[in-house]
């Protein structure tokens, strides 16, 4: 009898001091709320594909960590609606079927994410620190590299901002952006496959432009450092 | 007369292949084509030795969709996946990767740079078929259910089973339990042509289903309870992600 008595002294003793280192630290954690933004890109399945933060997008998806927020809010809309399909990716689908497909319910063909989800996860991308450089998988071509430079500076800059860094509000930023998506993108508007307001300004810029020169602005691009000297 | 008939009844399908098949060079081939070839993959993932942990490390990914508990989503957008059959989701992923079978969504996911190989897939797939079911899947709107029963009688048990269990070894998955909308969706797609990996003894089998009786045939599915014992408690949390 005693010795089970003591038993249950001790396990209960254990337990009390077990539950307070525990809950210590559990404590502190729910005075910083998450972000409800954040909150809705994991539940929404946003970052399956753009990753942590919006800063380890997989494949060629794009990074929106940073990305301008009326422009992602946009983008949104358009992939919800139809009106961004894009060119054919490697199952033969408009690139931005995969999207559709994780955001549009099966019980009646309309986007489970409200207007107002929406805003919330681009506000809360929109100030995510943007993701870092990934040095290219072979290295780039200096000449190319600083034809493309050239390029931006002449055709680029207005909207986009230097270095691709400043754009005018509801303009992506491009600067550090995935060399393989910025290639496609400029391919997708040339083609006229990506048909949205912002796009349609772009046609006659890249009307003339070649292969040749999108890769001279990806190389480019996707090695400017937005967060060199923050 | 008859032959007119049978032709009217295959005309949209046709249609709908047509246009497929213009618009998307990669579905140019049969529709049905792409049922069960096995070989390659499919046919390596069956024989290793599943990795139990390796297992739950690739789940990771799926959950991001599918859940950590493997629920789906009741909406359907996302199909109920645990308790499903090693065999079904071996060959569902191996043909999902190798564009047997058209998913966008998922298809990024089911590369080998994101799952990694055959062993992955084998791992994967045993460690999804022995999580605890959903038991509140999303059902139908339960106003045909006897047109329902009567179809499944007729036209399903010979492969889904008497409460749509499926068949392990035939790939037959079950279909008990599953959400009612991912079944609408798949059901359609099969009938119309557009689901390639489906099996063309299936197809033709409901070819005739007007809109109506898919629905009560799926809802009469949707409502059919797998055994007790593999079926989880409401709001279980799988403790592997914990």
Redesign the interface.
């Known amino acids: 009898m005693k010795k089970t008595l003591l038993k249950s002294v001790t396990i209960l003793t254990g337990a009390v001091l077990s539950f307070a280192v525990l809950s210590a630290p559990a404590f502190a954690a729910e005075k910083k709320k998450r972000d409800p933004g954040k909150k809705l890109y994991m539940t929404k399945t946003c970052m399956a594909c753009h990753g942590k933060n919006g800063a380890k997008a997989m494949l060629e998806y794009p990074n929106l960590a940073g990305q301008d927020e009326k422009y992602m809010i946009n983008q949104i809309n358009y992939i919800l609606s139809g009106k961004r399909l894009g060119s054919h990716d490697a199952t033969g689908n408009p690139r931005s079927q995969g999207m559709q497909g994780a955001l549009i319910s099966a019980k009646d063909n309309t986007p489970r994410i409200s207007k107002d989800e929406i805003k919330q996860i681009a506000k809360w991308l929109a100030k995510q620190k943007p993701a870092d450089l990934k040095p290219p998988k072979t290295p780039l071509d200096p000449a190319s590299v600083a034809a493309g430079e050239k390029l931006f500076k002449s055709k680029c800059k207005a909207c986009h901002g230097k270095e691709g860094k400043k754009p005018l509000k509801g303009n992506p930023y491009v600067a550090g952006q995935k060399r393989a998506y910025l290639f496609t993108q400029m391919q997708d508007i040339k083609s006229k496959a990506r048909k949205s307001p912002k796009s349609v300004a772009m046609y006659g810029i890249v009307k003339k432009m070649t292969d040749e020169q999108f890769g001279n602005l990806a190389d480019y691009l996707s090695q400017v450092d937005r967060n060199a000297g923050k | 007369m008859k032959s007119i008939l049978k032709f009217a009844a295959l005309a949209p399908t046709m249609a709908v292949a047509a246009t497929l098949m213009m618009a998307?060079?990669?579905?140019a081939a049969d529709p049905a084509a792409g049922w069960n070839e096995g070989g390659g993959e499919q046919d390596e993932a069956l024989h290793l030795t599943p990795d139990r942990e390796n297992g739950i490390e690739v789940y990771e990914?799926c959950a991001?969709?599918h859940l950590y508990e493997g629920w789906g989503?009741p909406?359907?957008?996302f199909p109920q996946l645990a308790g499903q059959h090693k065999n079904v989701i071996i060959k569902q992923l191996a043909d999902i990767r190798a564009?047997n079978r058209?998913?966008?969504?998922?298809?990024?996911?089911a590369?080998p740079?994101?799952i990694g190989g055959a062993q992955s897939i084998a791992d994967v797939a045993e460690y999804i078929a022995q999580l605890p079911m959903n038991p509140e899947p999303?059902v139908g709107p339960g106003t045909d259910l006897a047109l329902g029963e009567q179809l499944y009688k007729d036209n399903c048990v010979r492969c889904h089973g008497d409460n749509g269990q499926g068949i392990p070894e035939k790939y037959y998955p079950r279909i008990q339990g599953q959400?009612y909308?991912?079944l609408?969706?798949q059901f359609e797609w099969i009938r119309d042509g557009k689901r390639r990996n489906a099996n063309p003894d299936m197809i033709k089998q409901i070819q005739g289903f007007s809109d109506k009786d898919m629905a009560a045939v799926m809802d009469f599915v949707s409502r059919q309870k797998p055994p007790a014992d593999v079926v989880g408690k409401p709001g279980w949390e799988n403790p592997d992600y914990l």
């Open positions: 998307n060079p990669v579905l990914v991001a969709c989503q909406d359907g957008t564009l058209d998913n966008p969504t998922m298809y990024p996911f590369l740079e994101s999303g959400h909308n991912y609408m969706r």
